[in-house]
């Protein structure tokens, strides 16, 4: 089955600074690829998705790229803030299957 | 969006005894699923819920421990029976929409003692 591993595992920022999470995934069958953020207490959240016939997607300060060559994709945050402050989860699935594989998690913190 | 919700929030449970979770979409939607959260881990997806039929189960899930009830396309139910305390956790449900994005329900946290 699918494996996703997602780097780095904790993230410590400055206010301003760009944040980039990275995850691998092993199925090539793979062709949807979302991203989660999940506050303390809270539900995980969709906060972008891509899929498998684009290389890079954009919305406001967070970006995803994939490259399904190398089997990775990445969540790029530019212009932090504290609110971005939360547990980063990405996923691979396939749409046929539609199982999400969630990856390890990023705790990411923002210092003001 | 789809607005999900689940009950109950949050349970405090002794070792042997079932729990049921509950999760009901305001819209109708073809593809339920329910995932476990460990406490500071990743999502784990238990199982898909299928309308009509019996629910499709991860390695390591089995229906015995997690029986899932799915009686029509806006409610279903998932059980923790026979409860230890490695059952402690977050259980959630997500939907799935016509583009193949997933949304969560608020999650139920569940501690067994």
């Known amino acids: 089955g699918e494996n996703v591993e997602q780097h780095p595992s904790t993230l410590s920022v400055q206010e301003g600074d760009s944040a980039v999470i990275k995850c691998t995934y092993s199925?090539?069958?793979?062709?949807?690829f979302p991203w989660y953020k999940q506050e303390l207490g809270k539900r995980p959240q969709l906060i972008i998705d891509?899929?498998?016939?684009?290389g890079e997607k954009k919305d406001q300060r967070i970006a995803v790229t994939l490259n399904k060559t190398a089997k990775h994709f990445s969540l790029h945050i530019t212009e932090t803030q504290p609110e971005d402050s939360a547990v980063y989860f990405c996923a691979a699935a396939t749409t046929a299957g539609n199982k999400l594989t969630f990856g390890g998690g990023t705790r990411v913190l923002v210092k003001p | 969006s789809a607005v999900i919700s689940q009950k109950p929030s949050r349970d405090i449970c002794q070792r042997g005894t079932s729990l049921t979770i509950q999760c009901q979409v305001d819209?109708?939607?073809?593809?339920m699923f329910w995932y476990r959260q460990q406490p500071g881990q990743s999502l784990t997806l238990i199982a898909t819920a299928n309308q009509g039929s019996e629910a499709t189960y991860e390695s390591g899930f089995v229906i015995d421990k997690f029986p899932i009830s799915r009686p029509n396309l806006t409610f279903s139910t998932l059980t923790v029976s026979n409860m230890s305390p490695e059952d402690s956790s977050i259980y959630l449900c997500?939907?799935?929409?016509?583009?193949?994005?997933?949304?969560f329900g608020p999650g139920t946290r569940l501690t067994v003692l």
């Open positions: 997500s939907v799935q929409n016509s583009y193949n994005e997933q949304f």
């Open positions: 891509i899929r498998s016939n684009v």
């Open positions: 819209s109708q939607v073809t593809m």
């Open positions: 199925d090539s069958a793979s062709n949807y």
